[in-house]
């Protein structure tokens, strides 16, 4: 059984895919290869980056993820179950993967949180209005399920990749210091 699994590899799921991981944490993350950045051909607006495509972004992400200890699957989900555990995840190619958290990190594999009991709306903070979030959630990314994670535009946050990121490593940081019991502080060298 799995500490963490993170349901999407875009900005969010590899930045708490990251977080976790190097918080100790047995970490996987579920990627169906979809997230929206990768349209992105140059990417100006992230902090300390002067340029960079949104597939470099992501790969960067994904390698050090990988590189504190997380496995990367590619896939999709079928289903999320929640059971006295923890959660059990199928995959479409019937795979399953149990967790204790797991953060939902895809923007538009809406359907599992419809069959997990949520509400969703437009998020009205994305012009497109293609995408939803979900109602009566706390902004921490906490949910009325417990150990139940949603970042990012799902939880109603703006479009903008610096935001997602941010979203999760905090909610990276919040699963790592409640496992723990210890404020996670994670400083560079």
């Known amino acids: 059984m799995l500490d963490v699994l993170i349901i999407g590899g875009g900005i969010s799921g590899g930045s708490a895919a990251i977080y976790t991981a190097q918080g100790g944490l047995s970490t996987a993350v579920i990627d169906s290869g979809k997230s929206q950045i990768k ?3 140059k990417l100006f607006n992230y902090p300390g980056v002067k340029e960079i495509t949104g597939s470099e972004l992501l790969e960067n992400m994904k390698e050090q993820a990988l590189a504190s200890g997380a496995e990367w699957y590619e896939g999709t989900v079928e289903s999320i179950d929640q ?4 959660y059990s995840v199928i ?3 019937g795979k399953e993967l149990a967790a204790k958290y797991v953060v939902i990190a895809t923007n538009l594999q809406t359907s599992l949180l419809e069959k997990l009991g ?6 009205e903070k994305v012009p497109s209005g293609k995408i939803k979030r979900v ?3 706390n902004q921490d990314g906490t949910t ?8 990012s535009l799902l939880a109603g946050l703006s479009s903008q990749s610096v935001i ?3 979203h999760g490593a905090s909610i990276g940081i919040s699963i790592v210091s409640k496992e723990t019991g210890n404020t996670y502080m994670w400083h560079d060298k």
């Open 39 to 41: 349209q992105v051909s």
């Open 135 to 137: 109602l009566g959630m």
């Open 91 to 93: 995959m479409t190619d």
């Open 144 to 151: 009325k399920l417990p150990n139940l994670y949603i970042t």
């Open 83 to 86: 059971n006295e555990d923890g």
């Open 118 to 123: 949520f509400e969703l709306a437009v998020n």
């Open 164 to 166: 997602a990121a941010g």
